[in-house]
Protein backbone atom coordinates (compact mmCIF):
# COMPACT_ATOMS: atom_id res chain seq x y z
CA UNK A 1 0.00 0.00 0.00
CA UNK A 2 1.44 3.17 -1.11
CA UNK A 3 2.41 5.72 2.22
CA UNK A 4 0.94 8.87 2.35
CA UNK A 5 2.85 11.61 4.28
CA UNK A 6 0.99 14.81 4.99
CA UNK A 7 4.15 17.71 5.38
CA UNK A 8 2.30 20.98 3.68
CA UNK A 9 3.51 23.56 6.16
CA UNK A 10 7.65 21.69 4.75
CA UNK A 11 6.61 22.26 1.04
CA UNK A 12 5.15 26.01 1.57
CA UNK A 13 8.33 26.68 3.82
CA UNK A 14 10.55 24.99 0.45
CA UNK A 15 8.11 27.08 -1.93
CA UNK A 16 9.24 30.51 -0.57
CA UNK A 17 12.36 29.61 0.32
CA UNK A 18 12.88 29.77 -3.42
CA UNK A 19 10.83 32.09 -4.60
CA UNK A 20 8.62 30.05 -6.15
CA UNK A 21 4.90 30.81 -6.99
CA UNK A 22 2.32 28.12 -6.81
CA UNK A 23 1.50 28.09 -10.28
CA UNK A 24 4.81 27.46 -10.84
CA UNK A 25 5.63 24.61 -8.49
CA UNK A 26 2.36 22.83 -9.39
CA UNK A 27 3.42 23.15 -12.94
CA UNK A 28 6.58 21.79 -12.20
CA UNK A 29 5.30 18.36 -10.62
CA UNK A 30 2.21 18.26 -12.95
CA UNK A 31 -0.10 18.81 -10.67
CA UNK A 32 -3.33 21.49 -10.48
CA UNK A 33 -2.20 24.44 -8.64
CA UNK A 34 -5.78 23.71 -6.28
CA UNK A 35 -4.26 20.85 -5.65
CA UNK A 36 -0.81 21.94 -4.34
CA UNK A 37 -2.92 24.46 -2.24
CA UNK A 38 -4.51 21.61 -0.62
CA UNK A 39 -1.06 19.93 0.15
CA UNK A 40 0.35 23.02 1.47
CA UNK A 41 -2.68 23.26 4.11
CA UNK A 42 -2.21 19.42 5.34
CA UNK A 43 -5.49 18.29 3.01
CA UNK A 44 -4.16 15.92 0.66
CA UNK A 45 -1.51 13.80 1.20
CA UNK A 46 2.35 13.67 0.18
CA UNK A 47 2.74 10.56 -2.42
CA UNK A 48 5.70 8.66 -2.99
CA UNK A 49 5.35 9.87 -6.52
CA UNK A 50 5.04 13.48 -5.63
CA UNK A 51 8.19 13.04 -3.07
CA UNK A 52 10.82 12.00 -5.93
CA UNK A 53 9.32 14.23 -8.46
CA UNK A 54 10.39 17.14 -5.51
CA UNK A 55 13.91 16.06 -4.93
CA UNK A 56 14.21 15.60 -8.95
CA UNK A 57 13.44 18.90 -9.82
CA UNK A 58 14.08 21.05 -6.52
CA UNK A 59 16.84 19.08 -5.00
CA UNK A 60 14.91 18.10 -1.96
CA UNK A 61 16.25 16.01 0.83
CA UNK A 62 13.53 13.37 1.22
CA UNK A 63 14.31 12.51 4.87
CA UNK A 64 13.22 15.98 6.40
CA UNK A 65 10.12 15.36 4.36
CA UNK A 66 9.62 12.40 5.72
CA UNK A 67 10.12 13.37 8.90
CA UNK A 68 6.82 14.39 10.11
CA UNK A 69 8.48 16.70 12.74
CA UNK A 70 9.00 13.69 14.74
CA UNK A 71 12.35 15.68 16.64
CA UNK A 72 10.41 18.49 17.44
CA UNK A 73 7.99 16.77 18.38
CA UNK A 74 9.17 14.52 20.80
CA UNK A 75 11.05 17.39 22.40
CA UNK A 76 8.00 19.51 22.81
CA UNK A 77 6.50 15.78 24.52
CA UNK A 78 9.32 16.29 27.11
CA UNK A 79 9.43 20.11 27.87
CA UNK A 80 5.18 19.44 28.59
CA UNK A 81 5.96 16.65 30.57
CA UNK A 82 7.39 18.90 33.56
CA UNK A 83 4.82 18.66 36.14
CA UNK A 84 5.03 22.73 35.89
CA UNK A 85 3.50 22.64 32.25
CA UNK A 86 1.84 18.62 32.36
CA UNK A 87 -1.82 20.11 33.27
CA UNK A 88 -1.23 22.65 30.14
CA UNK A 89 -2.43 20.39 27.27
CA UNK A 90 -5.13 17.78 27.33
CA UNK A 91 -3.05 15.73 24.87
CA UNK A 92 -0.47 16.15 22.05
CA UNK A 93 -2.38 17.34 19.06
CA UNK A 94 -1.10 20.85 19.39
CA UNK A 95 1.65 19.79 19.80
CA UNK A 96 1.43 18.15 16.29
CA UNK A 97 0.90 21.23 14.86
CA UNK A 98 3.08 23.39 16.44
CA UNK A 99 5.87 20.82 15.36
CA UNK A 100 5.07 20.72 11.84
CA UNK A 101 3.66 24.20 11.23
CA UNK A 102 6.04 26.58 13.57
CA UNK A 103 9.44 24.36 13.39
CA UNK A 104 11.24 27.69 14.44
CA UNK A 105 8.71 28.14 17.07
CA UNK A 106 8.76 24.63 18.28
CA UNK A 107 13.13 25.29 18.78
CA UNK A 108 12.85 28.05 20.76
CA UNK A 109 10.43 26.70 23.13
CA UNK A 110 12.91 23.96 23.41
CA UNK A 111 15.89 25.71 23.54
CA UNK A 112 13.96 28.02 26.46
CA UNK A 113 13.48 24.74 28.35
CA UNK A 114 17.08 23.99 28.27
CA UNK A 115 18.07 27.54 29.53
CA UNK A 116 15.14 26.73 32.65
CA UNK A 117 16.62 23.54 33.43
CA UNK A 118 20.33 24.52 33.42
CA UNK A 119 19.56 27.22 35.15
CA UNK A 120 17.47 25.27 38.18
CA UNK A 121 20.53 22.75 37.69
CA UNK A 122 22.94 25.78 38.80
CA UNK A 123 20.77 26.74 41.59
CA UNK A 124 21.42 23.11 42.58
CA UNK A 125 24.89 23.18 43.10
CA UNK A 126 24.71 26.67 44.66
CA UNK A 127 22.29 25.21 47.60
CA UNK A 128 24.84 22.55 47.91
CA UNK A 129 27.65 24.97 48.04
CA UNK A 130 25.77 27.10 50.73
CA UNK A 131 24.38 24.44 52.66
CA UNK A 132 26.98 24.28 55.22
CA UNK A 133 29.23 21.65 53.89
CA UNK A 134 31.40 24.34 52.28
CA UNK A 135 31.78 22.35 49.09
CA UNK A 136 29.50 20.50 46.14
CA UNK A 137 29.49 17.23 46.85
CA UNK A 138 31.79 15.34 44.17
CA UNK A 139 28.71 12.40 43.82
CA UNK A 140 26.25 15.77 42.87
CA UNK A 141 25.39 15.69 38.86
CA UNK A 142 27.23 18.04 36.86
CA UNK A 143 26.21 20.17 34.17
CA UNK A 144 26.08 18.67 30.80
CA UNK A 145 28.50 21.25 29.37
CA UNK A 146 31.23 20.36 32.33
CA UNK A 147 30.43 17.01 31.13
CA UNK A 148 31.00 17.35 27.60
CA UNK A 149 34.39 19.52 28.20
CA UNK A 150 35.68 17.15 30.35
CA UNK A 151 35.25 14.36 28.13
CA UNK A 152 36.96 16.25 24.80
CA UNK A 153 39.63 16.97 26.78
CA UNK A 154 40.04 13.52 27.85
CA UNK A 155 40.67 11.84 24.68
CA UNK A 156 42.24 12.05 21.62
CA UNK A 157 41.15 15.05 19.37
CA UNK A 158 40.85 12.31 16.58
CA UNK A 159 37.99 10.93 14.90
CA UNK A 160 38.53 8.77 12.29
CA UNK A 161 34.97 7.96 11.10
CA UNK A 162 34.45 11.88 10.36
CA UNK A 163 37.72 12.37 8.60
CA UNK A 164 37.22 9.42 6.16
CA UNK A 165 33.64 10.80 5.60
CA UNK A 166 34.78 14.27 5.07
CA UNK A 167 37.58 12.91 2.65
CA UNK A 168 35.14 11.05 0.65
CA UNK A 169 32.96 14.18 0.36
CA UNK A 170 35.69 16.52 -0.77
CA UNK A 171 36.52 14.12 -3.56
CA UNK A 172 33.67 15.50 -5.38
CA UNK A 173 35.77 19.25 -4.94
CA UNK A 174 38.83 17.93 -6.43
CA UNK A 175 38.84 20.97 -8.67
CA UNK A 176 37.94 23.72 -6.44
CA UNK A 177 39.94 26.52 -6.14
CA UNK A 178 37.92 28.48 -3.44
CA UNK A 179 36.67 25.54 -1.29
CA UNK A 180 34.53 27.69 1.44
CA UNK A 181 32.57 29.40 -2.06
CA UNK A 182 31.71 25.68 -3.06
CA UNK A 183 30.36 24.42 0.17
CA UNK A 184 28.41 27.38 -0.70
CA UNK A 185 27.40 26.52 -3.78
CA UNK A 186 26.31 22.66 -2.51
CA UNK A 187 24.62 24.17 0.11
CA UNK A 188 22.12 25.90 -2.26
CA UNK A 189 22.35 23.47 -5.25
CA UNK A 190 21.96 20.48 -3.35
CA UNK A 191 20.16 21.38 -0.40
CA UNK A 192 18.27 24.80 -1.46
CA UNK A 193 19.75 26.76 1.18
CA UNK A 194 20.82 30.29 1.00
CA UNK A 195 23.27 31.85 2.56
CA UNK A 196 23.09 35.79 3.74
CA UNK A 197 25.35 37.81 6.19
CA UNK A 198 23.64 39.80 7.85
CA UNK A 199 24.32 43.76 9.30
CA UNK A 200 25.51 43.78 13.20
CA UNK A 201 21.67 45.46 13.54
CA UNK A 202 19.82 42.82 12.23
CA UNK A 203 21.83 39.85 14.18
CA UNK A 204 23.34 41.44 17.26
CA UNK A 205 23.90 38.98 19.39
CA UNK A 206 24.50 35.57 16.91
CA UNK A 207 26.89 34.33 14.96
CA UNK A 208 25.20 31.69 13.08
CA UNK A 209 21.37 31.00 12.42
CA UNK A 210 19.36 28.81 10.26
CA UNK A 211 15.82 29.64 9.27
CA UNK A 212 14.00 26.67 8.40
CA UNK A 213 10.86 28.63 7.17
CA UNK A 214 13.11 30.43 4.21
CA UNK A 215 15.74 27.67 4.29
CA UNK A 216 18.38 30.60 4.13
CA UNK A 217 21.40 30.40 6.46
CA UNK A 218 22.50 34.07 8.44
CA UNK A 219 26.17 34.45 9.28
CA UNK A 220 26.60 37.77 11.00
CA UNK A 221 28.99 40.85 9.59
CA UNK A 222 30.89 40.79 12.81
CA UNK A 223 32.80 37.21 11.53
CA UNK A 224 35.96 37.37 9.89
CA UNK A 225 36.50 35.67 6.34
CA UNK A 226 37.80 32.51 8.15
CA UNK A 227 35.24 32.01 10.85
CA UNK A 228 32.32 33.15 8.22
CA UNK A 229 33.49 30.13 6.20
CA UNK A 230 33.87 28.08 9.62
CA UNK A 231 30.42 28.68 10.32
CA UNK A 232 29.18 27.78 6.59
CA UNK A 233 31.51 24.38 6.82
CA UNK A 234 29.75 23.66 10.22
CA UNK A 235 26.30 23.51 8.17
CA UNK A 236 27.33 21.58 5.32
CA UNK A 237 29.29 18.54 7.85
CA UNK A 238 25.70 18.57 9.47
CA UNK A 239 24.01 17.57 6.68
CA UNK A 240 26.72 16.01 4.31
CA UNK A 241 28.20 13.96 7.15
CA UNK A 242 25.22 12.80 9.19
CA UNK A 243 26.10 9.32 9.39
CA UNK A 244 29.78 9.75 10.69
CA UNK A 245 28.62 12.09 13.04
CA UNK A 246 26.62 10.03 14.54
CA UNK A 247 28.79 7.14 14.69
CA UNK A 248 31.25 8.95 16.99
CA UNK A 249 28.31 10.29 18.91
CA UNK A 250 27.27 6.92 19.88
CA UNK A 251 30.84 6.49 20.78
CA UNK A 252 30.38 8.39 23.46
CA UNK A 253 29.93 7.80 26.73
CA UNK A 254 27.48 10.34 27.83
CA UNK A 255 24.88 10.45 30.64
CA UNK A 256 21.89 12.84 28.87
CA UNK A 257 20.36 13.63 25.98
CA UNK A 258 21.60 17.63 26.50
CA UNK A 259 25.25 16.45 27.17
CA UNK A 260 25.05 14.41 23.23
CA UNK A 261 23.65 17.57 21.80
CA UNK A 262 26.68 20.24 23.04
CA UNK A 263 28.39 16.91 21.86
CA UNK A 264 27.20 16.61 18.96
CA UNK A 265 27.72 20.48 17.95
CA UNK A 266 31.52 20.06 18.80
CA UNK A 267 31.44 17.33 16.87
CA UNK A 268 30.41 19.38 13.81
CA UNK A 269 32.85 21.48 14.31
CA UNK A 270 35.63 19.31 13.86
CA UNK A 271 33.70 18.01 10.98
CA UNK A 272 34.15 21.44 9.86
CA UNK A 273 37.56 22.17 10.45
CA UNK A 274 38.19 18.47 8.63
CA UNK A 275 36.22 19.64 5.70
CA UNK A 276 38.25 23.89 5.32
CA UNK A 277 41.70 21.52 6.35
CA UNK A 278 41.70 18.27 4.47
CA UNK A 279 43.52 15.71 5.68
CA UNK A 280 46.27 14.68 3.74
CA UNK A 281 47.04 18.00 2.50
CA UNK A 282 47.27 19.53 5.47
CA UNK A 283 49.54 16.90 6.98
CA UNK A 284 51.79 17.27 4.23
CA UNK A 285 51.49 20.70 4.30
CA UNK A 286 52.75 20.91 8.20
CA UNK A 287 55.78 18.81 7.61
CA UNK A 288 56.99 20.78 4.55
CA UNK A 289 56.23 24.36 6.59
CA UNK A 290 57.44 22.62 9.93
CA UNK A 291 54.29 23.30 11.48
CA UNK A 292 54.52 26.98 11.28
CA UNK A 293 50.72 28.11 12.15
CA UNK A 294 51.53 31.39 10.69
CA UNK A 295 52.11 29.56 6.86
CA UNK A 296 49.46 26.87 7.06
CA UNK A 297 46.78 30.03 8.25
CA UNK A 298 47.76 31.59 4.76
CA UNK A 299 47.89 28.40 2.82
CA UNK A 300 44.44 27.00 3.65
CA UNK A 301 42.96 30.21 4.28
CA UNK A 302 41.63 29.96 7.81
CA UNK A 303 42.48 31.61 10.96
CA UNK A 304 45.49 30.82 13.77
CA UNK A 305 42.62 29.70 15.74
CA UNK A 306 41.43 26.84 13.34
CA UNK A 307 44.90 25.73 12.03
CA UNK A 308 46.50 25.83 15.64
CA UNK A 309 42.94 23.24 16.00
CA UNK A 310 43.86 21.47 13.22
CA UNK A 311 47.54 20.35 14.55
CA UNK A 312 45.94 18.71 17.74
CA UNK A 313 43.93 16.14 15.40
CA UNK A 314 46.45 14.78 12.68
CA UNK A 315 46.56 11.55 14.62
CA UNK A 316 45.61 9.21 11.51
CA UNK A 317 47.63 6.08 12.30
CA UNK A 318 49.16 5.92 9.12
CA UNK A 319 50.44 9.72 9.00
CA UNK A 320 50.88 10.67 12.67
CA UNK A 321 52.21 14.60 13.46
CA UNK A 322 53.31 15.86 16.36
CA UNK A 323 51.02 15.38 19.35
CA UNK A 324 50.15 18.82 20.42
CA UNK A 325 48.28 20.36 22.54
CA UNK A 326 46.21 23.45 22.73
CA UNK A 327 44.83 25.68 25.65
CA UNK A 328 42.75 28.77 24.87
CA UNK A 329 42.00 31.17 27.69
CA UNK A 330 40.19 34.81 28.09
CA UNK A 331 42.41 38.10 29.74
CA UNK A 332 41.25 37.01 33.53
CA UNK A 333 42.93 33.80 32.94
CA UNK A 334 39.68 31.33 32.31
CA UNK A 335 40.17 28.19 30.42
CA UNK A 336 37.71 28.15 27.73
CA UNK A 337 38.88 25.18 26.13
CA UNK A 338 42.35 22.94 25.91
CA UNK A 339 42.45 19.60 23.69
CA UNK A 340 45.05 17.58 23.00
CA UNK A 341 46.40 15.44 20.40
CA UNK A 342 46.28 11.82 22.67
CA UNK A 343 44.24 14.53 25.34
CA UNK A 344 44.87 17.00 26.99
CA UNK A 345 48.34 16.48 29.61
CA UNK A 346 46.40 17.84 32.76
CA UNK A 347 47.93 15.51 34.78
CA UNK A 348 51.50 16.37 33.51
CA UNK A 349 51.31 20.05 32.39
CA UNK A 350 48.37 21.37 34.02
CA UNK A 351 48.47 24.61 32.32
CA UNK A 352 47.40 26.82 35.22
CA UNK A 353 50.66 28.60 35.88
CA UNK A 354 50.75 31.92 35.75
CA UNK A 355 54.54 32.58 34.09
CA UNK A 356 53.00 30.56 30.75
CA UNK A 357 53.35 33.07 27.80
CA UNK A 358 49.61 32.70 26.83
CA UNK A 359 49.45 35.05 29.85
CA UNK A 360 52.07 37.75 28.32
CA UNK A 361 50.62 37.19 25.06
CA UNK A 362 47.88 39.49 26.04
CA UNK A 363 51.08 42.25 26.57
CA UNK A 364 52.04 41.63 22.96
CA UNK A 365 48.91 41.32 20.99
CA UNK A 366 49.41 39.45 17.21
CA UNK A 367 53.06 38.39 18.39
CA UNK A 368 53.79 34.90 18.62
CA UNK A 369 56.03 33.86 21.70
CA UNK A 370 57.83 30.72 21.75
CA UNK A 371 59.41 29.31 24.83
CA UNK A 372 60.58 26.07 26.12
CA UNK A 373 59.14 25.46 30.20
CA UNK A 374 59.98 23.04 32.51
CA UNK A 375 58.08 21.39 35.27
CA UNK A 376 59.50 20.45 38.64
CA UNK A 377 60.10 16.25 37.54
CA UNK A 378 62.28 18.06 34.85
CA UNK A 379 59.53 17.27 32.01
CA UNK A 380 60.56 20.00 29.47
CA UNK A 381 57.68 21.28 27.02
CA UNK A 382 57.67 24.09 24.08
CA UNK A 383 54.81 26.36 23.94
CA UNK A 384 53.83 28.70 21.56
CA UNK A 385 51.43 31.10 22.50
CA UNK A 386 49.29 34.16 20.34
CA UNK A 387 46.76 36.61 21.08
CA UNK A 388 43.43 35.68 19.44
CA UNK A 389 40.26 38.32 17.66
CA UNK A 390 37.53 37.76 18.36
CA UNK A 391 34.16 39.21 16.07
CA UNK A 392 34.33 42.49 15.02
CA UNK A 393 32.99 45.40 16.88
CA UNK A 394 31.26 48.45 16.40
CA UNK A 395 33.05 51.49 18.12
CA UNK A 396 32.58 51.93 21.51
CA UNK A 397 32.24 48.44 21.67
CA UNK A 398 35.24 46.66 23.78
CA UNK A 399 37.18 44.19 21.89
CA UNK A 400 37.38 40.70 22.86
CA UNK A 401 40.34 38.98 22.74
CA UNK A 402 41.91 35.80 24.24
CA UNK A 403 44.99 33.78 23.98
CA UNK A 404 45.74 30.70 22.27
CA UNK A 405 49.17 28.09 24.04
CA UNK A 406 50.03 25.29 21.46
CA UNK A 407 52.41 23.23 22.96
CA UNK A 408 54.57 19.61 22.78
CA UNK A 409 57.19 17.59 24.13
CA UNK A 410 60.39 19.48 23.75
CA UNK A 411 61.79 16.64 22.82
CA UNK A 412 59.86 17.28 19.45
CA UNK A 413 60.50 20.72 19.25
CA UNK A 414 63.43 20.77 16.65
CA UNK A 415 60.94 19.44 14.22
CA UNK A 416 59.31 22.56 14.69
CA UNK A 417 59.93 26.39 13.15
CA UNK A 418 59.59 27.39 17.17
CA UNK A 419 62.41 24.43 18.21
CA UNK A 420 65.43 27.46 17.31
CA UNK A 421 64.44 28.64 21.13
CA UNK A 422 65.85 25.57 21.89
CA UNK A 423 68.99 26.64 23.42
CA UNK A 424 67.56 29.14 26.20
CA UNK A 425 66.99 28.52 29.59
CA UNK A 426 63.88 26.48 30.14
CA UNK A 427 61.46 28.56 32.44
CA UNK A 428 60.26 26.97 35.55
CA UNK A 429 56.49 26.65 35.79
CA UNK A 430 54.57 24.61 37.64
CA UNK A 431 50.95 22.91 37.07
CA UNK A 432 49.10 25.49 39.31
CA UNK A 433 50.19 27.50 41.79
CA UNK A 434 47.92 25.19 44.28
CA UNK A 435 49.82 21.83 43.45
CA UNK A 436 53.54 24.02 43.21
CA UNK A 437 55.87 23.53 45.72
CA UNK A 438 58.52 26.39 43.64
CA UNK A 439 59.80 28.73 46.33
CA UNK A 440 60.55 32.51 45.59
CA UNK A 441 58.48 32.69 42.33
CA UNK A 442 57.22 35.85 41.95
CA UNK A 443 54.37 34.90 39.99
CA UNK A 444 52.50 33.06 42.62
CA UNK A 445 49.14 34.00 43.63
CA UNK A 446 47.86 31.35 46.12
CA UNK A 447 49.35 29.38 48.53
CA UNK A 448 50.06 25.31 47.79
CA UNK A 449 48.22 23.28 49.41
CA UNK A 450 50.80 20.82 49.75
CA UNK A 451 53.33 22.91 52.58
CA UNK A 452 52.60 24.61 55.72
CA UNK A 453 52.86 28.66 55.39
CA UNK A 454 56.03 29.73 57.11
CA UNK A 455 55.17 33.33 57.71
CA UNK A 456 57.65 35.21 59.81
CA UNK A 457 57.22 38.70 61.51
CA UNK A 458 61.40 39.06 61.03
CA UNK A 459 61.63 38.24 57.42
CA UNK A 460 59.62 38.71 54.05
CA UNK A 461 59.98 36.79 50.83
CA UNK A 462 59.49 37.59 47.11
CA UNK A 463 55.98 36.19 47.59
CA UNK A 464 53.25 37.13 49.81
CA UNK A 465 52.80 33.25 49.94
CA UNK A 466 55.89 31.78 51.74
CA UNK A 467 55.95 28.29 53.19
CA UNK A 468 58.48 26.09 54.85
Not at 349 to 363: I, Q
Request: proline residues 6%; glycine residues 8%; charged residues 25%.
Amino acid sequence: MERKIFAGPKVRRIRNGLGVTQAAMAEALSISPSYLNLIERNQRPLTVQLLIKLAAVYKVDLEELRDDGAGNLNQLKEVFADPLLASELPGDQELVEVAEAAPNAASGIVKLYRAYREQAARLSDFTSLTAGEGTVPITGARLPADEVRDLFERRSAYFPQIETAAETFLAGFSGARDLPSALRDWLRTERGIGVRVLPVHVMPDLRRRFDRHSMRLFISERLSQADQALEIAIEVATLALREALAVELDGLVLSSPEAKRLARFELGRYAALSLLMPYAPFFAAAQATRYDIDLLRVRFDVSFAQAATRLTMLQRPAAQAIPFFLIEIDAAGHRLRSAGAQGFPSVRFGGGCPKLNMHAAFLQPGQILAETVEMPDGGRYLTVARTLEGPNVPFGERVRRTAVLVGCDASLGEATVYGAIGGQSAVPIGAACRLCERRGCLSRAEPPVTRPLGLDEMAAGLSGFDFQ
